[in-house]
C-alpha cells in the first residue's frame, strides 16, 4: 500500500509544492529526498524565503508520516512544525532530506535537513504528525 501512496505522492504534489517547484526524487517512510530551486522562492532581500524552506520541509515530513501512516490504515495530520535557519541560499537548487526520529502508533516526528549544491546546510526542521484512523474521514 505504501508503494501505491509514495507514487502518487510523487506524481501529485499538490499546488503549492508544484508552484514552488518540489521534485521529489525519493519517498519511503524512512527517507524522503527533494528539490526546490531558489528562484521565485526568494524574500525582497533575494535569499531564500524562510517560509520556503518551511513549505519545502513540511511537505516532505508529511510525505514521510504519510507513508508511515497508511501501513497503519491510519492518515497523518500535521500538528507542529519548527525551523532554524543556519544561511542563506541566493541561488541554485537546494535539497531537502526527510528522516524519522519517532514513528509511533498515534504520531510520527521527523528531522528535515536542507542543504545547498555545496551540500552546506541551509534549515534543520522538525515536523510532528498526528496518526488519525482512515475512517474517521470516510477513508
Not at 86 to 99: E, L, P, Y
Amino acid at each position: 500500500m505504501s508503494e501505491d501512496l509514495a507514487d502518487y505522492m510523487m506524481s501529485n504534489r499538490g499546488a503549492l509544492s508544484e508552484r514552488m517547484g518540489i521534485e521529489v526524487t525519493e519517498a519511503t517512510a524512512d527517507r524522503v529526498v527533494a528539490t526546490m530551486p531558489v528562484e521565485g522562492n526568494t524574500q525582497p532581500y533575494g535569499l531564500l524565503h524562510g517560509g520556503a524552506s518551511v513549505v519545502l520541509a513540511e511537505t516532505l515530513g508529511s510525505m514521510g508520516s504519510a507513508l508511515h501512516a497508511a501501513d497503519q490504515n491510519m492518515l497523518s495530520v500535521g500538528v507542529d512544525i519548527n525551523a532554524t535557519h543556519h544561511r542563506s541560499a541566493t541561488s541554485g537548487i537546494v535539497t531537502g532530506t526527510a528522516t524519522p526520529i519517532h514513528r509511533g502508533r498515534t504520531s510520527a516526528c521527523y528531522e528535515v535537513i536542507i542543504t545547498d549544491e555545496e551540500g552546506r546546510r541551509i534549515c534543520t526542521s522538525r515536523i510532528t504528525c498526528a496518526l488519525l484512523p482512515a475512517d474517521r474521514f470516510g477513508k
